[in-house]
């Protein structure tokens, strides 16, 4: 079953342009997207999931399952740092283990835009509810970062009070943030009339920009993995199986809310998805320290791919074998 959902995933068009956009940089084509185009195309995705799933959540109302959802997404992005700091810190500083650590406690929208439309291709559905929860779980993993930075790091007061400031800001108002949490709110308070007045433009077009998108991430996707080849087969693994064990995680969270089988895969996608937006333009800013070639290329070259490519499918295969 697991071999038939990769496949299917595989050959569909945006994971199969990813893969056109990877061979462009590994067979030197000069194929590139001009770069405010991928910008607009990031904020038009997260604007549409977000819209979409306000309107979702208007039509559903709010119910214990959406509750102990929300609350679950918020609990697991303040956890999964603490415990890869640890298991990074084995091997790296401080600085490192806590920036890696961060990134992978947040989440990718792209990834869950990617199992989003999986499901919907399946005719697998899911709540609007869970756009709340992406939102909700991109910022604790920073604060977290931020605070495992202090407790472990020797720094001065100063740069410390400076840090928790701009990082803070950083996390509750960075722009894919706000944009995700504002479309969802006019999603919700426009209701039916605001749907059907934007959905020829956040309906159709979707599949197209997401397509359009991923073509592009290839193309930077493959760039990065050249800088993993300093990285060591530490980091390497950790990319992959980190993610394979929170999305198991998710999974039994998943099931013991009793979320449906569409909600509970793009719960596993986010707890098992890294930032390589958010996450990396914090830490910049307030871990200097650290290393950004490793913890962008960790999630952009190796998790990211992983994730939409065999991680989906595989994580639905396993949701199907215990949801009825």
């Known amino acids: 079953m697991n071999a038939s959902l990769i496949l299917s995933n595989i050959l569909n068009p945006p994971v199969l342009f990813f893969f056109i956009g990877m061979s462009a940089v590994f ?3 000069d194929l590139e997207i001009p770069q405010p185009i991928p910008k607009l195309f990031s904020l038009y995705l997260l604007f549409a999931i977000g819209f979409k799933g306000g309107h979702e959540i208007h039509e559903s109302g709010l119910n214990a399952e959406i509750t102990l959802t929300l609350l679950a997404a918020i609990i697991v992005a303040a956890i999964v740092p603490i415990y890869s700091f640890f298991i990074l810190k084995l091997k790296l500083d401080i600085y490192n283990s806590a920036a890696i650590a961060a990134a992978y406690g947040s989440i990718s929208a792209v990834t869950f835009v990617t199992a989003s439309s999986f499901l919907s291709r399946l005719g697998i559905d899911f709540g609007g509810h869970m756009v709340a929860a992406l939102a ?13 930075v ?3 790091a020797n720094r001065s007061e100063n740069e410390e009070k400076l840090s928790v400031s701009e990082v803070l800001r950083e996390a509750c108002l960075n722009g894919s943030v706000f944009l995700l949490v504002g479309s969802l709110f006019v999603g919700i308070v426009t209701s039916q009339q605001g749907w059907e007045s934007l959905k020829p433009f956040t309906g159709e077009l979707f599949y197209g920009v997401l397509t359009f998108f991923l073509l592009d991430m290839g193309l930077v996707a493959a760039r990065r993995i050249q800088d993993l080849k300093k990285s060591g087969s530490f980091l ?4 992959i199986l980190m993610p394979v ?3 198991i995680v998710g999974i039994l969270i998943a099931a013991l ?10 719960f596993a996608v986010l707890c098992a998805s890294a930032s390589y937006i958010a996450v990396p333009a914090a830490m910049r800013m307030s871990v200097p320290e650290a290393n950004p070639s490793l913890y ?3 999630a952009l070259a190796l998790t990211f791919p992983f994730n939409i490519i065999v991680g989906i499918p595989i994580y639905l295969g396993i949701i199907n074998q215990f949801w009825l």
């Open 245 to 247: 064990f929170n999305a």
């Open 257 to 266: 809310i009793g979320m449906s089988k569409g909600n509970a895969l793009l």
């Open 236 to 239: 390497i693994g950790f990319s």
């Open 296 to 298: 962008i290329s960790m």
């Open 150 to 152: 202090q407790l472990f």
């Open 27 to 29: 067979l030197k084509s």
């Open 136 to 148: 909700l779980m991109e910022s604790p993993a920073i604060i977290i970062g931020l605070l495992l």
